[in-house]
Each structure stands twice: as structure tokens, then as C-alpha cells.
């Protein structure tokens, strides 16, 4: 099986390899009458509940056991048109009939699962917490969605069917990107040379702020397409983020603006990725020469098809960075025994560091913004507000492109080692919740490890010299109060 998907991943890097930086210009395909629509969970809003009207909040405590979860019923719903031409805006005010979507670990009387009724796509879910449900046939996604919740105006995908761009929040907010201070480090690099895949959901490559910079890439779910068109939208946020430039209407610019995004699609719809698509994925990213690899939300890394190319992955000088697991897994380790590798968990959190998700306790070895985060819509045009792991990804992922061109000599392991030493601590250093802290991209790159080595060891050396100096007068001086004793009782004694 392995030895398959190495093979598949050679032909698609060579393939990627014949491909210049340019935007798609071949004609769209319309999308296929038989299309089928993904299987959700879902709720039909009624009139009342127990004699009580229906809100959000109720709902998210009868089905996911806490009604502080209603946030992310209304994540996955705010901006879809409900069957009676509405859409929701006020959390606490629900009409008969709405068709809610659900996260996928809703349970209960009254949750339906499969093809919405009116036949709409969703807006993607939560990244999942554990262990997603079967599909009911070959073709359908899984019902385990993550967080997609991008912006943008529809666009035609080059290879596949005719997309319906999500929406996401339109009031945004530039906190991410003002404690970021990714200019500070653009003195010294911005990160030219570096190629940072992007294993999502493709990337709008015809946007303008990613003019460039957007390789053809591969789409893995059909074997032989192009990741530069992006249904969905959380990869091409992820890859703004990472290298969004030439900023249009405010837009904000990425941590790395001169880096090149390599887009690998895993999904076409909302779902996890099936792990064979992810673990080619994987594969193929690190054969097409990434030295970055930025891991979307829709990837299961504690699959065990997965964990092996992330393995393999680990025997290469590749830094992967990854959510931090929400359930218990064993961290891949390099398939080799001892790679060059390395794979970085990421937490996400707002701008009171409050964090995106629930973690897994000591999961977490940095954090950086994941929740309200600025970054380009599928499409072009304004910036939404987003919220996911995967965007904190992206963040690290271009501090990460920052490192490796201002240092190209260091390993991906010293990479790693690098943005968590610089990290700014949250609570205590390291903290269960936040590992090293929010990481720092200016101060990443500021002073080289040799020169910080070599400063230590003048200090050590400054510090011992002046010890000497002060023992060798020390003894001088009592040298000669011995010899001064000496000489004053030979002359006491004559």
C-alpha cells in the first residue's frame, strides 16, 4: 500500500515539476447532474421545544451536551440561505423550519443525518474530536467536517465541478496580523526560496494577492488534477496568511509574502479527507520539494495510513505543522528511526488567548492566532474574519518560511526548536494549555544560532577570565602579607 502511494506520489511530483507559477486559463467544467451533495448532521428548527422557543444555545445543550457550543452552530450556519430565503443572523432568534447543520459529534432525538433536504451545500463544521462516522456509500464524504469558514465570491474549479464559495464573517479584525509584527522581520527575509505546501482544500490561485506565488500543485482526490482552484476556502486563507501580498482594500499581507505556496487539495467538500488521499498528500508534498508542509484541518494525522507517510515524511528534512491533536494519539515518529524531520503541534487561540478548540492537555507546543483571524476569500475581493486550527497553521507555517530562508542551513528539527525558543510565554513556560507560547516571528529570525551560541560562549569565557583575574590578585595580595610578616619579625628578632 505504501509502496503505491510512493509510486503515485513520484508521478504526481514529476508532473508538478514540468508546471510554471501562473494562474489556471483553461475553461471550467461544470459540475456533474449526479454530483452528489454531502451527507450532514442536521436539525429542523420547530415552532418550540417543551414550551420554550428554540435558540441556539437550548439546542447546542439538548445535542452536544453544553450550551457554550452553540458558537459553533452558528459558525456553520450564519450566511446559508435557509429554505424560506432568510439566513441567521441573531443566535437567539430561530424560525420554524431552518434547517440547521450540525457538528459532527451532535447526538440526539431530532438529528437527522444525510443530504439536506433542499439540496444547499453547508458551511463546513468544527474539526472533529474524535473518530468520524461512516460514510453510507463509496462516493460520499465523511460527516466529520472542520472548520471552513472563509469568505469569497464563487469560482469555477479548473478540474471538477462548479463551486459554492462558504461565507464567512465580514466583520473583521487585523489583531492577528498586528501581533504577528511579521514586518519587523522583513528587513531580514520574506521568505524567498522557501516552498510551503498547503494540504487543504487547493488555493485561488486567480487571487490577485496571491499573484505568483501559487504553484499548479495536485488535487490527489482524482489522481491527476491541479490544487490551484479552491472550492471551499480554508486553503486559500491558509495560504494568505502564509504568503498573501500586494495587499487590495486593506487586505492584510502574509507572515512570508515572497514564499511560494505548493497547494495540495485532500477534500472537495465538506468532510475529513479519506485518509488514502491525506497520506498521498502527505507523500506527494514533500516530493515536490516542500520544506515546509502546513497540514489543514481535514487531515487525521492519528490515522494509521496517514501517521506512516507523516513518518516517512519525518525521514526527510521537512518541517510539518500540524493542529494539536483534540483526542489522545501517539505523535508519528520518523519511519527511518531518525530524521531530519520534524512535526510541530499547533494550537489556535483569540486575541484574549482564549483557545480554539479543546486540546489535549500538553498536545499544544505553541500557539498562534486561530480564532477571528483577517485573511483572502476564494475569489478575491475583501477579507473575511475566520476561526480554526488550520489558520494558526498557516501562521506558523510562514513564520516557519521566514526561518528558512534567512538560515538555510539549519534543519528542520533546529526550525522547530527555533520558534519555540523565541516564543512569547503564556502563564508558565512551558504551560500545558499553550506550550512555549505565541510564537514571534521577528524574533525567530533576529539573531542567528551561531551568533547566539557564539555569544554565550564569549559571556562564559568574559565571565571566567574575570574570575581568574580577581583569584591571580588575590593571591598576589596575600603573597605579600605573608612575605611582609616575614620580613617584620626577622627584624623583631635581630
Known amino acids: 500500500m505504501l509502496a503505491k502511494r510512493s509510486i503515485l506520489a513520484r508521478l504526481l511530483a514529476v508532473a508538478m515539476a514540468g508546471c510554471v507559477l501562473m494562474t489556471p486559463t483553461g475553461p471550467a467544467v461544470a459540475k456533474a447532474a449526479n454530483d452528489p451533495q454531502p451527507y450532514v448532521k442536521y436539525y429542523v428548527v420547530t415552532a418550540q421545544y417543551q414550551g420554550q422557543p428554540e435558540s441556539l444555545t437550548a439546542i447546542a445543550r439538548r445535542f452536544l451536551g453544553s450550551g457554550d457550543r452553540s458558537a459553533e452552530i452558528y459558525h456553520l450556519n450564519t450566511g446559508r440561505v435557509q429554505p424560506d430565503g432568510s439566513r441567521l443572523t441573531d443566535p437567539g432568534r430561530l424560525k420554524a423550519g431552518w434547517q440547521l447543520v450540525l457538528p459532527w459529534d451532535a447526538a440526539g432525538e431530532g438529528v437527522k443525518y444525510g443530504q439536506l433536504p433542499t439540496g444547499k ?36 474549479d479548473a478540474t471538477g465541478p462548479k463551486c459554492t464559495a462558504t461565507t464567512g464573517s465580514s466583520s473583521r479584525s487585523d489583531w492577528a496580523q498586528l501581533r504577528m509584527a511579521a514586518d519587523s522581520a522583513w528587513t531580514l527575509t520574506r521568505g524567498n526560496g522557501v516552498k510551503v505546501a498547503v494540504v487543504d482544500t487547493g488555493v ?30 480554508s486553503g486559500t486563507a491558509m495560504a494568505g496568511i502564509i504568503a498573501g501580498d500586494s495587499s487590495v482594500d486593506g487586505s492584510p499581507v502574509g507572515i512570508a509574502p515572497d514564499a511560494t505556496i505548493l497547494p495540495v487539495r485532500v477534500v472537495r467538500g465538506s468532510g475529513a479527507a479519506r485518509a488514502a488521499d491525506a497520506a498521498n498528500a502527505i507523500e506527494v508534498a514533500v516530493s515536490a520539494g516542500a520544506s515546509v508542509v502546513a497540514v489543514g484541518s481535514h487531515v487525521d494525522l492519528g490515522d494509521p495510513a496517514v501517521a506512516s507517510s507523516v513518518a516517512t515524511a519525518l525521514d526527510h528534512d521537512v518541517l510539518l505543522v500540524a493542529g494539536a491533536p483534540t483526542r489522545a494519539m501517539t505523535p508519528p515518529s520518523p519511519a527511518g528511526g531518525s530524521g531530519g524531520g520534524a512535526l510541530l ?69 533546529q526550525v522547530k526548536e527555533r520558534i519555540r525558543s523565541t516564543a512569547d510565554a503564556i502563564g508558565a513556560a512551558p504551560d500545558a494549555r499553550y506550550g512555549s507560547g505565541m510564537i514571534n516571528p521577528a524574533a525567530s529570525v533576529s539573531v542567528a544560532v551561531d551568533d547566539r551560541n557564539q555569544v554565550a560562549s564569549q559571556q562564559q569565557g568574559s565571565t571566567g577570565a574575570a574570575l581568574a583575574v580577581i583569584l591571580g590578585i588575590a593571591l598576589l595580595c596575600g603573597v605579600g602579607v605573608v612575605f611582609g610578616l616575614r620580613l617584620r619579625r626577622r627584624r623583631f628578632a635581630g
Not at 127 to 135: H, L, Q, V, W, Y
Not at 376 to 390: D, I
Open 204 to 233: 485561488d490561485a486567480s487571487v490577485q494577492q496571491l499573484s505568483g506565488r501559487v504553484a499548479v500543485g495536485a488535487d490527489v482526490t482524482v489522481g491527476n488534477g491541479r490544487g490551484d482552484t479552491d472550492c471551499l476556502g
Open 345 to 413: 503541534f499547533t494550537g489556535g487561540v483569540g486575541a484574549g488567548d482564549q483557545l480554539a478548540e479543546q486540546y489535549v492537555e500538553g498536545a499544544v507546543e505553541v500557539v498562534a492566532p486561530g480564532v477571528d483571524v483577517a485573511s483572502l476569500g476564494v475569489g478575491g475581493g475583501r477579507a473575511v474574519s475566520n476561526t480554526g486550527t488550520e489558520f494558526a497553521v498557516a501562521f506558523v507555517a510562514g513564520q516557519a518560511a521566514l526561518i528558512r530562508a534567512a538560515q538555510p542551513d539549519l534543519t528542520a528539527a
Open 121 to 156: 451545500r453547508p458551511t463546513p463544521s468544527a474539526r472533529p474530536s474524535g473518530p468520524a462516522n461512516p460514510t453510507p456509500d463509496a462516493v460520499s464524504p465523511s460527516p466529520s467536517p472542520s472548520p471552513t469558514r472563509t469568505g469569497g465570491s464563487p469560482r469555477p
